[in-house]
């Protein structure tokens, strides 16, 4: 007979000795990429994700174009290397899926009509992955896009909540999300609480997904603060650069 797996223990606390409404730690680095337009790295927990901005740049194929618009295409990858059982190299259903609803996410956001029949190219690739990696990557390529100066109405944070044997939990990780009872990834744009992106694996009843979705909320305006201390700090670089250029001439 196998031992049921015991994700919360009589105190309360997960199996990391987080409490159920408490993120993993995250770093979040802009600008680690010379030759993208804008890009960062991000660890989340064990999560760890690199996301590159190209453009906007001339769309190809040419009947791709919208005359009114940039569009926003967006590719999620899972490296090889990045779960513990090797994962196949290329596209599959998943990674399709969570492209996706990525770019729309992202879509959302962007002032594509400045950049008519342009393409902004969002590339975000899973390096090493301890569940949540869509969430992580959204967080990622959000501050990739800002880095390389796409005019946005406010970056998109992201963060999943879920149901643990019985109860409510904030952020999963492997564990949780294979034996928890619900996950939902959530991205939202956090100065006005718009949802960009809401999807469930599993089922919650009413009550549940509004306690979710408020815990939910609360997350991804603690992770924008993140966000944007990153970007501050590269801009922080940047300027420090220009004054010494200055200086040499």
């Known amino acids: 007979m196998v031992k049921k797996l015991k994700l919360i ?65 967006c590719r999620y990858n899972m490296v090889s290397f990045s779960v513990d059982d090797r994962k196949r190299p290329g596209p599959d259903r998943r990674s399709t899926e969570i492209s996706k609803v990525a770019g729309e996410a992202f879509s959302s956001v962007v002032f594509g009509e400045q950049f008519p029949r342009t393409s902004i190219d969002v590339f975000i690739e899973i390096l ?53 009872e619900a996950d939902v990834p959530l991205a939202i744009i956090p100065r006005t ?30 992770i924008y603060q993140i966000q944007k201390e990153a970007l501050k700090r590269r801009y922080a670089v940047i300027l420090e650069e220009e004054e010494t250029t200055e200086g040499d001439a």
């Open 9 to 73: 223990d009589s105190k309360g606390l997960r199996m990391d000795g987080r409490k159920p409404d408490e993120l993993r730690p995250i770093k979040i680095e802009a600008g680690v990429l010379k030759r993208a337009d804008g890009s960062a790295y991000l660890e989340w927990g064990k999560n760890k994700v690199m996301a590159g901005v190209y453009g906007p740049r001339e769309c190809h194929p040419r009947h791709m174009q919208n005359p009114a618009k940039a569009i926003v295409r």
């Open 128 to 180: 090493q992955a301890d569940a949540g990696t869509r969430c992580a990557g959204i967080t990622a390529a959000s501050v990739a896009l800002a880095d390389a100066g796409i005019p946005m109405r406010d970056l998109v944070a992201a963060c999943a909540f879920g149901k643990v044997q019985g109860k409510m939990v904030l952020d999963l990780d492997k564990e949780e999300d294979n034996y928890g």
């Open 193 to 222: 609480e718009e949802i960009v992106l809401l999807q469930m694996d599993g089922s919650l009843t009413t009550k549940e997904l509004q306690q979710g979705l408020k815990t939910g909320i609360d997350a991804c305006k603690q």
